[in-house]
């Protein structure tokens, strides 16, 4: 995959802003920083400055790269280029979502009122919505998509299962932003049964699937590129 800057540079800003913000913060930033929240919404764990500044700048920028990385060494690595826009759907939006979350932990520094227990499945809700509308465009891969014996197996399978894959994904992120108007308890129940529940379901789909395939092809990019 060529690097595309309209894709690379919005995650470059996520990832500046991440880091600037850590530094601006530092110096007048407590010895205890919030870097865990319980169901309620409140902090349940401290951390020091690197900690509570830094981590998850860091964990960005190391997911950030990994994920520039695994279409280089993907055997399956011809197809990335099938689907560019559903895989830097993806990127942004898992680096969008730690950028929130570091930014309210950069709020409670500064105003200490941050209403995490809304912001934070809300925030994985649009994450969830966003890798929905991505699956179904999802080509055959090693690291991306559903992957399980029969959609790499199968290419009927992969094509129908990331399809319906898409739906769930889609569907119960929209039910756990909804939730997150009702609090965090009911909307982390939504989203973590949804996706168990909808997981379970897609791999008995997918083998299903599998079973009525008269011809069983494998997908393309599930063997070695050339």
């Given at each position: 995959?060529?690097?595309?800057?309209?894709?690379?540079?919005?995650?470059?800003?996520?990832?500046?802003?991440?880091?600037?913000?850590?530094?601006?913060?530092?110096?007048?930033?407590?010895?205890?920083?919030?870097?865990?929240?319980?169901?309620?919404?409140?902090?349940?764990?401290?951390?020091?400055?690197?900690?509570?500044?830094?981590?998850?700048?860091?964990?960005?920028?190391?997911?950030?790269?990994?994920?520039?990385?695994?279409?280089?060494?993907?055997?399956?690595?011809?197809n990335y280029g099938r689907f560019p826009g559903a895989y830097a759907a993806i990127r942004i939006g898992v680096l969008g979502l730690l950028a929130a979350i570091h930014g309210a932990a950069l709020a409670w520094?500064?105003?200490?009122?941050?209403?995490?227990?809304?912001?934070?499945?809300?925030?994985?809700?649009?994450?969830?919505?966003?890798?929905?509308?991505?699956?179904?465009?999802?080509?055959?891969?090693?690291?991306?998509?559903?992957?399980?014996?029969?959609?790499?197996?199968?290419?009927?399978?992969?094509?129908?299962?990331?399809?319906?894959?898409?739906?769930?994904?889609?569907?119960?992120?929209?039910?756990?932003?909804?939730?997150?108007?009702?609090?965090?308890?009911?909307?982390?129940?939504?989203?973590?049964?949804?996706?168990?529940?909808?997981?379970?379901?897609?791999?008995?789909?997918?083998?299903?699937?599998?079973?009525?395939?008269?011809?069983?092809?494998p997908p393309a990019g599930t063997l070695p590129a050339d």
């Amino acid at each position: 995959m060529n690097i595309k800057w309209k894709v690379e540079v919005p995650q470059w800003i996520l990832l500046a802003a991440m880091f600037g913000a850590a530094l601006a913060a530092w110096p007048n930033a407590p010895n205890r920083i919030p870097v865990h929240w319980g169901l309620a919404g409140q902090p349940d764990r401290f951390g020091g400055r690197f900690e509570g500044l830094l981590l998850l700048p860091l964990v960005a920028l190391g997911l950030y790269v990994l994920m520039l990385v695994l279409p280089r060494i993907d055997p399956g690595r011809a197809n990335y280029g099938r689907f560019p826009g559903a895989y830097a759907a993806i990127r942004i939006g898992v680096l969008g979502l730690l950028a929130a979350i570091h930014g309210a932990a950069l709020a409670w520094i500064w105003h200490g009122r941050v209403n995490m227990g809304f912001l934070a499945p809300f925030a994985m809700g649009i994450l969830t919505i966003v890798i929905g509308g991505a699956l179904g465009k999802v080509r055959p891969n090693w690291f991306v998509g559903i992957r399980t014996p029969w959609t790499l197996s199968s290419k009927t399978s992969w094509v129908r299962t990331h399809r319906a894959g898409g739906w769930v994904f889609v569907l119960v992120g929209f039910a756990t932003v909804a939730s997150a108007f009702i609090g965090s308890r009911v909307a982390f129940f939504v989203l973590t049964t949804g996706l168990v529940g909808g997981s379970v379901g897609l791999v008995v789909y997918s083998y299903l699937v599998f079973r009525r395939d008269p011809d069983k092809l494998p997908p393309a990019g599930t063997l070695p590129a050339d």
